[in-house]
């Protein structure tokens, strides 16, 4: 099991300023960490680290098991904010539908909550249409943890797929890697095939409104054929497996 120490704390935590994108607003301290990435200020509010996933603990939740290091992720926060004063920044949507504040957090020393808990391995970059702000920032930090197999990049459960080999993927957030082999359009959708069988092989659906979204270049859907890419979202089945993505930050070009 990875341990939390200071030793790692003290050689890998530097300040690092808000990002532009971001705008601060308001600040709290810290009285107790719920889990690897939610947490709560001394005035009831309730903050989830928007922008990252770590590992999930049950929280009550019944036949919930919980993520491998899923303990780990809740010490490293603790560790890095517990009883602190937070600065919150918001890139996008502001509160959830659990009214949990979905802030990016700063201690006092200019340390990003977020950029740490990914450099540290003990989350994943994790973001939605409505809150699109510095992901390219927190995926550079996650790259420089899986690279180095920190934390979660040693534990199988949390490994990038290979498009071809999805063997019980259904259901679960996973970040898979594969080569576009055909691009199609069928009405509203258009379709990333990673095989020769799309009734069966992984397949990534963008819908029209979000097409928009993607610039008018190399990112386009139409110009990805024959590209190797990553792209992270939940595994569902629909045809074989399928990732539905809702904005063009789920897709990484790794070529």
């Not at 780990?72 to 502001?94: C, F, I, M, N, P």
């Not at 054929?225 to 497996?241: A, D």
């Amino acid at each position: 099991m990875f341990r939390f120490t200071a030793a790692l704390y003290v050689l890998l935590v530097l300040p690092m300023s808000a990002p532009a994108a971001l705008a601060p607003d308001g600040a709290g301290r810290v009285v107790e960490i719920v889990d690897g990435d939610t947490l709560v200020l001394e005035d009831g509010r309730e903050v989830r680290l928007v922008g990252i996933q770590a590992p999930k603990l049950p929280l009550g939740r019944p036949n919930f098991k919980a993520w491998p290091l899923a303990d780990d992720a809740k010490a490293a926060l603790e560790e890095l904010a517990q009883d602190k004063v937070v600065s919150l920044s918001y890139g996008g949507r502001r509160v959830d539908r659990y009214k949990r504040q979905l802030a990016h957090l700063h201690d006092s020393d200019g340390v990003w909550i977020q950029a740490e808990l990914l450099r540290l391995g003990m989350a994943r970059v994790y973001s939605f249409a409505d809150n699109r702000a510095v992901v390219s920032e927190l995926l550079a930090f996650e790259q420089e943890a899986r690279r180095a197999r920190r934390g979660i990049w040693r534990h199988p459960f949390y490994y990038v797929r290979d498009a071809m080999d999805l063997a019980g993927a259904t259901g679960g957030f996973h970040i898979v890697e594969g080569t576009v082999k055909a691009v199609a359009t069928v009405r509203q959708w258009t379709y990333l095939n990673f095989g020769d069988d799309w009734r069966s092989d992984f397949t990534v659906s963008i819908g029209a409104k979000v097409r928009r979204l993607f610039p008018d270049t190399v990112l386009n859907p139409a110009n990805l054929e024959g590209r190797r890419i990553r792209v992270r979202g939940w595994v569902q089945s629909r045809n074989g497996p399928m990732i539905e993505a809702t904005h063009p930050e789920q897709i990484e070009f790794i070529d």
